[in-house]
């Protein structure tokens, strides 16, 4: 997650920010602007801050829970998309027609029902009318959208800097106040070491000031195995020692996933763009050009997210296409309590 600058004028800056948002939620509190509540399972799921807490694998893993027993549909607004309206996933869907993350997401479940509108309320009823066998919709990033009410609220916070101990947009990555943190059902610690002392969740839950009711849960991201982005190679590489490993991220925080490739590489050279960037054809050349310089046995690995505009790109140098690889990430429940997470979205499903 990109530092925040630290000045005297991003605070004031804050203050004017955080005055704003904090306005504008007293005023949906006090329904003067209005929330619209479907009778009808809505989950949401999302965080306080600016990115960087995985809303996307969480969003992967709740649909691949409910879609053992439920009709799922998710609706994101599809981020830096150059669409508008609402637009179904298809056959034909890249990056650019629906964003790279609800891509990313179709092209893992194409089975799915994925669906994008910048407007979350027409986005749902649209869902709804072009679907009735929906039994419930994954709404993605939706916790500062207000226009829905969701029946079941998820919020994310990073173990590293969780929303109590974060500051406002500029001169923090906050998008509200931590005291919006109270319209979460559930709230879930991510990004967490897996090396976790059972005693965390007490002293977790008085550091983020839950209420009552709000149930705790932490997770950690565990990586999969390698594969090809563009396909037609049948033996993975293993990735040794001595061996370059170039990484190509334009994601939040690429940290983990760095520190994830120099257990195994001791050669590892860093691509890092912008989060959602656009890969243009300079930066594709800059690429080969230090990958062609490269005598060392040598490979491309890029982030699911990643790989999705990619694939957009029309032209990719050849030495590029035969060389990059893709690593998986999945979130993981820690403390056993994967079944008492997945139990409760069931149980909330089915009762409504």
Do not use: W
Not at 100 to 121: L, T
């Amino acid at each position: 997650m990109a530092k925040p600058h630290k000045n005297i004028v991003f605070y004031i800056l804050s203050l004017i920010y955080g005055g704003i948002t904090s306005v504008r939620n007293m005023l949906f509190d006090k329904k003067i602007l209005s929330s619209t509540e479907f009778q009808f399972p809505v989950i949401g799921i999302g965080n306080l801050a600016v990115g960087g807490t995985g809303k996307t694998p969480h969003t992967e893993f709740f649909l691949k829970k409910l879609n053992r027993h439920f009709q799922t549909a998710v609706l994101s607004r599809g981020y830096k998309r150059l669409t508008k309206g609402f637009v179904l996933a298809d056959e034909t869907s890249d990056a650019e027609r629906i964003g790279d993350e609800p891509f990313q997401i179709y092209s893992k479940f194409p089975k799915a029902i994925v669906a994008v509108d910048e407007k979350r309320v027409r986005g749902v009823k649209e869902l709804m009318r072009r679907f009735p066998e929906i039994d419930v919709i994954l709404l993605d990033d939706s916790f500062q959208h207000r226009a829905i009410r969701p029946g079941l609220n998820i919020l994310l916070t990073d173990f590293k800097l969780l929303f109590t101990k974060d500051k406002m947009l500029p001169y923090g990555t906050l998008r509200e106040y931590a005291r919006g943190s109270k319209r979460a059902d559930v709230v879930i610690v991510t990004k967490c070491p897996q090396e976790l002392d059972a005693n965390t969740i007490k002293v977790y839950r008085k550091k983020l000031r839950l209420l009552s009711h709000q149930e705790l849960y932490f997770s950690t991201i565990e990586y999969g195995k390698i594969y090809p982005l563009f396909g037609g190679i049948t033996t993975m590489p293993e990735i040794k020692k001595e061996m370059a490993v170039f990484v190509i991220t334009g994601i939040e925080n690429p940290e983990p996933m760095y520190q994830y490739l120099e257990k195994f590489s001791s050669k590892v050279e860093k691509f890092a763009f912008a989060d959602h960037h656009r890969f243009t054809e300079s930066d594709l050349l800059n690429i080969q050009k230090k990958f062609t310089e490269t005598a060392d046995d040598k490979i491309i690995i890029t982030t699911e997210k990643d790989a999705a505009r990619l694939k957009t790109r029309k032209e990719i140098p050849k030495i590029i296409k035969n060389n990059i690889f893709v690593l998986p990430l999945e979130v993981k429940i820690l403390f056993g309590e994967e079944e008492k997470l997945t139990q409760k979205i069931y149980d909330y499903v089915r009762k409504n």
